[in-house]
């Protein structure tokens, strides 16, 4: 079992939906992070968060230490958010790795 | 503009020929990294560098060789390229360690080894 599990790992959506990635981990972590893959290739850091939740436009992402559990939402999605979106954590001790999620593919059709 | 450059973006070659894949920040970061990503696989860390002079092996080393003799260069060898090297490769910079600092990465390269 991998210590960090997204799910879905495919969706597809029509524009305007509401989009919700999960993330789960077993292991305890420092941090969390949330990347977007765009289809050309090129990775941008999205969000670092250890409790609560954060917003930046229309993403927002959410963590649950006791539950060990993270989502990213999408409000009023669009085509553009198409994308591989993947979570991944850092473990304490651990400063200079991190585990990595399989990611999600995300489509949004107009 | 703060960016992390990689070349070259596409190669193919042979097993066997030595390559380098260079990566170079602008940013003054201390901490660098090497991934490699596969279909299935995802990212998967090959080495990495807390700061000049200073590396340490990731998930996935074997076959692999870096050095950091200046802050902004981290450059990856492959010393004897074999077909599993076939991949998507990602250099990525940080200001510190990444508990709270985001990663920037280079736009790929992309090796295919005949």
Redesign the interface.
């Known amino acids: 079992k991998n210590e960090v599990e997204q799910s879905p790992q495919n969706l597809t959506a029509q524009e305007e939906e509401f989009i919700t990635i999960n993330c789960s981990y077993s292991v305890g972590i ?2 969390l ?1 949330w990347l977007q893959q765009h289809p ?6 999205l969000f ?1 968060l ?1 409790s609560g939740k954060k917003k930046h436009g229309r993403l927002i992402a959410t963590i649950n230490i006791q539950e060990k559990h993270s989502s990213l939402h999408i409000t009023a999605s669009h085509p553009r958010d198409s994308a591989v979106y ?1 979570c ?1 954590v ?1 473990s304490p001790g651990s ?4 585990i ?4 999600t593919k995300l489509i949004i059709k107009p | 503009e703060a960016q992390v450059t990689q070349n070259p973006r596409y190669l193919i070659t042979v097993t066997g020929k030595k390559l380098t894949v260079t990566c170079s920040q602008n940013m003054n970061h201390e901490y660098m990294s090497w991934y490699r990503q596969d279909p299935g696989l995802g990212l998967r860390q090959i080495y990495y560098s807390m700061n000049v002079e200073v590396t340490d092996k990731g998930d996935v080393p074997e076959g692999y060789k870096v050095s950091r003799k200046e802050k902004r260069n981290f450059p990856l060898i492959l010393e004897s390229p074999s077909p599993n090297q076939t991949s998507l490769y990602f250099c990525a910079s940080s200001q510190g360690g990444l508990i709270f600092q985001p990663q920037h990465f280079g736009d790929g390269t992309r090796l295919s080894i005949l």
């Open positions: 420092s941090a992070h050309g290739g090129g990775i941008v850091s670092m250890s993947i991944a850092s400063n200079y790795q991190l990595w999620g399989a990611g």
